[in-house]
Each structure stands twice: as structure tokens, then as C-alpha cells.
């Protein structure tokens, strides 16, 4: 990737901001727009259409208008398949048009963009496609006068709201399975990160999926977000965010149609580290790449560090080492490790939860600062804070920045406690020698997603989501294809002769 001069390449895309509704690019029905920003520079990046209520019914009513049709719903899954693997074909195809928007949009490293993003979102695409004609339904063990078909059917209308994070691939891990499933979409990309949604739906449209299948509105959630939600013909909305937006979702369903909704929200990952692990240099390098990796904004990132007292400083001497390359820089140097802050409300807030931090009592062990700041960007130094409690603020909300919360404990039991007293429960990890002490942690730890001696592993072909306050449903897997589909009972009696 090297050889590639990925600032010139930015200089010559061609971003487009307009929403696709129908399979046609449009302004929003007010002509509003608001500006999309480079997190790295502060500048303006491009004009995104800033579309409300009346944007919202007009895709709603465009995707109803498909599925009614059947022109997807009712297209042999062997058909949907095809066009889906064409799709990730042509995503494939313009991966590095695909990875500039990711990093233009949002501030990660490009590196991560080309080597991570894009092929896990292509996978994605790929995979559901492959999966949805290979899906079989059932037959009840009925008396022998009757025929009961249990068959999935696709629910109708999706929405997806998807976070600004990982742009692209969280959008797929909705559209992926809705769309494998014979649903029609309607995608809300988040406000500081719209650029790739807007790219993947017209790379829908070439790869042959009809108009009206995917539809991208770019907004704000109080417009555009709440407008999907409260709809009275969107049959389920998928979301990826906050635990208070995740709220606002269910109280829209309620207030709606009772679509059914999906969470995939906030998290608190405890990374526990027991006396024995023998693995100390590998959990060093997992543990700061568990929290500095895409600039902390990740939601199972392992912001919370348990440490056994007999090996925390060495291991915190290690990891303040290693925490140095780890250095804010330019996201479009294929050298960088960690970009751009997504914009300069969430810098404040990630500067705000540090100067908390430090008043409630925590010791600052490493960064602490704003970075790069004659840049224009919004760049945060790997930080790492020791003698935290889980009393204090830092230990109990979700920061979603690069910063660290260290905190000892002194038996398994402790740490047990330690981890599970969070209202999150998204991922959490253990490092151990010991298989019983992996196997009694790993099914107490209240998580959806529990790591033993790594951290972050996954694969399409695996669920992911949370407990508590963290959600409910799963992304990725066959699960997550059974979540865009309702069974129906057909029962057939037969006459006998």
C-alpha cells in the first residue's frame, strides 16, 4: 500500500452527498444540506443533503413499493445471491475509493481503512449472499393427516441507523442479512460519516439489486433518525450506537407500529489480566490495541484494564512503552497507527471525561493531551490512567476515545465483580494459564462476546452483541439473517380416502 499517494488520490475523488431514494440521487425535499468535515484537517469535505420527515416517507414508501412488487422479495434466493456477491465484487473493485471515504469521513488510518474495513464489509456482503440458498425451512412432526410448513418470510421494510465509527461496515452487517433475506432497506447513515452509505448504495444499483431494495438517507438523528423510527410502515428498525439513542428507538416503536427493533449499543469492556498469564508481552500489545485501535471509538473497546497486584506495574511499564507508537498522525500516512477524532464535539467530550478523571482522583499514567492541534484536526494522545475505582465517572461511562482505566484487583472473585459492575455488557476478556479459571470467568462474565488469552478476534460466521444495556439481537452469523425474517405456519390437513 505503500506506493500508493493516498493525498493526491483524495484530491481527485468525487464525493457525493445526495441521498438515493428510488435508485435516484436527489436533494433533500427542503434543500437543506449541512457539511460534511475532515476530522484531520477541520475542513469542509463536502455538501450532504440534510434529509427530514418528508425524505424519510418518500424512501419508505419507494421500498414498500419494491417489496410489494416482489421484483426482490419473491426473486429466488439463488438470484439475491448472485447480485449480492456481484455487489461485493464491485466493492471490491473500488476498495480504495471505498477506504478514502472511510478515512476522509471519520479520521481512522488508512491503513486500517484498506486492510480491515473494506474486506470485512466486502465478507460481509459476500457471505450473506452465499448463506441465503443454503437456508432450509421445516416441517413439524405433525400427525400424519396434517402438513405444517414452518417457513421465514422477510419482514418488509428495514430501517438501519448505523453509527459513524465504522461506516461501512456496520451498514453491511445490517444491509448484508436484510437484504439476503428479501427485505428492502432503508439506510440512515451517521451525520458525521455519510459518504461511504451513499457509495454503497449506488454500487447496489450496478451490481443489478432494483430500485427502491437500498435506499441512503443522509441526516441528523433528531430529523431524519426519529423520523424513520416513529414510521408507521417500517416494519423493523436495525441500530448501532449509543444505549440512550438505543432508547429513543424502542420508545419509537411503541409509539408506533410496535416494529421490532434491534440494538447493538454501548459497552465497557473489562480486560482482565490474572497473576498467571503467561502470555504478558502478547495481553501488553492486546491491551493497548483493545483501546488505542481506531482511536478508542470502538464499542466493545477494552477501556477498562483489570490487573492482578502482583503483575500491574510491570505490565503498565510495558504498556506505557508500547503505547508510544500509537502516536496521532496524519490518517492518510500508511505509517499511522491512530488518526483523527471524529469531530470536535466528540474531542471535547473525550478531553471533558479526562479532566473528570483526574479531578476524581485517578492518576495519570500516560497522554492526557490534545495533539496535533496547529492541524486543524482533532487529535487525542493515547492516555492512560492507573488507580481507578469503579466508582468514578471513567469507569463507568463510555468514553469512546483513546483513553485507558486501569484497576487492580487481588482474586478472581474480585475481578469477576469488578467486571460485571457495569450497566454494559457487550465483550469482556481474560488472561489465563489456567483452564478452569478461563472456564469459570468466561461463563460468569455477564458479556456477549468473552475472549479468553486474546482480544477483538471474530469472523462473519459468528454472532455479535451484547447483554444488558448493551442490546439485544446479533449481528453477523446465520442469527443475524433470522432477525430480518418472521416464521410463518402453514397448516395443511390432508384428507384421507
Known amino acids: 500500500m505503500s506506493h500508493k499517494n493516498w493525498r493526491d488520490l483524495a484530491q481527485s475523488l468525487k464525493l457525493e452527498g445526495r441521498a438515493l431514494i428510488g435508485g435516484e440521487l436527489r ?10 468535515e475532515n476530522p484531520a484537517t477541520g475542513r469542509p469535505l463536502a455538501k450532504i443533503a440534510s434529509c427530514g420527515t418528508e425524505d424519510v416517507d418518500r424512501a419508505v414508501r419507494s421500498a414498500r413499493d419494491v417489496f410489494e412488487s416482489g421484483a426482490w422479495s419473491r426473486l429466488a434466493p ?55 440458498d443454503k437456508l432450509y425451512d421445516e416441517i413439524a412432526p405433525t400427525d400424519p393427516a396434517v402438513t405444517a410448513l414452518i417457513t421465514r418470510e422477510p419482514l418488509g421494510v428495514v430501517g438501519a441507523v448505523v453509527p459513524w465509527n465504522f461506516p461501512l461496515l456496520m451498514a ?42 437500498l435506499n441512503v438517507i443522509p441526516g441528523f438523528g433528531e430529523t431524519a433518525g426519529k423520523a ?13 450506537g449509543s444505549t440512550e439513542v438505543g432508547k429513543y428507538f424502542l420508545r419509537y416503536a411503541a409509539e ?55 503483575i500491574k506495574e ?12 500509537f502516536a496521532p498522525a496524519d490518517p492518510l500516512d500508511p505509517t499511522t497507527k491512530m488518526g483523527a477524532i471524529v469531530s470536535r464535539p466528540q474531542l471535547e467530550r473525550v478531553l471533558r471525561y479526562i479532566r473528570v478523571a483526574q479531578q476524581e482522583g485517578a492518576s495519570l499514567r500516560v497522554g492526557g493531551t490534545q495533539e496535533r492541534a496547529d492541524s486543524g484536526g482533532y487529535f487525542v494522545a493515547p492516555t492512560i490512567f492507573d488507580k481507578v475505582d469503579s466508582r468514578m465517572t471513567i469507569a463507568r461511562e463510555e468514553v469512546f476515545g483513546p483513553v485507558l482505566s ?4 487481588d482474586s478472581e472473585e474480585e475481578a469477576i465483580r469488578i467486571a460485571n459492575d457495569t450497566l454494559y455488557g457487550l465483550a469482556a476478556a481474560v488472561w489465563t494459564r489456567n483452564i478452569d479459571v478461563a472456564l469459570r470467568t468466561s461463563k460468569r462474565l455477564r458479556a456477549g462476546s468473552v475472549w479468553v488469552n486474546c482480544f477483538d478476534e471474530g469472523s462473519i460466521s459468528v454472532p455479535f452483541g451484547g447483554f444488558k444495556q448493551s442490546g439485544f439481537g446479533r449481528d453477523k452469523s446465520l442469527h443475524a439473517i433470522k432477525k430480518y425474517t418472521d416464521l410463518k405456519t402453514t397448516w395443511i390437513k390432508i384428507r384421507q380416502r
Not at 427485505?183 to 460519516?193: D, H, I, M
Not at 457509495?199 to 427502491?212: D, F, H, K, T
Not at 469492556?269 to 482511536?295: H, R, S, W
Request: glycine share 8%.
Open 172 to 213: 453491511c452487517w445490517k444491509v448484508g442479512p436484510a437484504l439476503a433475506a428479501g427485505n428492502s432497506v432503508v439506510l440512515k447513515p451517521a451525520e458525521q460519516s455519510p459518504l461511504s452509505a451513499i457509495a454503497l448504495g449506488r454500487l447496489a444499483l450496478e451490481a443489478g439489486i432494483p430500485p427502491g431494495v
Open 256 to 310: 408506533s407500529n410496535m416494529k421490532r427493533v434491534t440494538l447493538e449499543c454501548g459497552g465497557k469492556t473489562p480486560n482482565i489480566v490474572m497473576a498467571d498469564c503467561e502470555y504478558l508481552d502478547e495481553a501488553v500489545k492486546a491491551a493497548a490495541f483493545g483501546i488505542f485501535y481506531n482511536q478508542g471509538e470502538v464499542c466493545n473497546a477494552g477501556s477498562r484494564l483489570l490487573l492482578h497486584s502482583s
Open 314 to 325: 510491570e505490565f503498565l511499564e510495558k504498556l506505557a512503552a508500547f503505547s508510544a507508537t
Open 228 to 240: 424513520l423510527g416513529l414510521h408507521h410502515d417500517v416494519d423493523a428498525l436495525a441500530f448501532t
Open 406 to 409: 486501569t484497576i487492580s484487583f
Open 27 to 36: 436533494e433533500s425535499a427542503t434543500g437543506e444540506t449541512f457539511t460534511s
Open 78 to 132: 439463488t438470484e439475491r445471491k448472485k447480485k449480492l456477491v456481484r455487489l461485493a465484487e464491485l466493492m471490491q473493485s473500488h476498495a480504495d475509493e471505498l477506504a478514502l471515504l472511510e478515512t476522509l469521513d471519520m479520521g481512522k488510518p488508512i491503513t486500517d481503512s484498506v486492510s480491515v474495513d473494506i474486506p470485512l464489509a466486502t465478507t460481509c456482503i459476500a457471505w450473506n449472499g452465499e448463506a441465503i
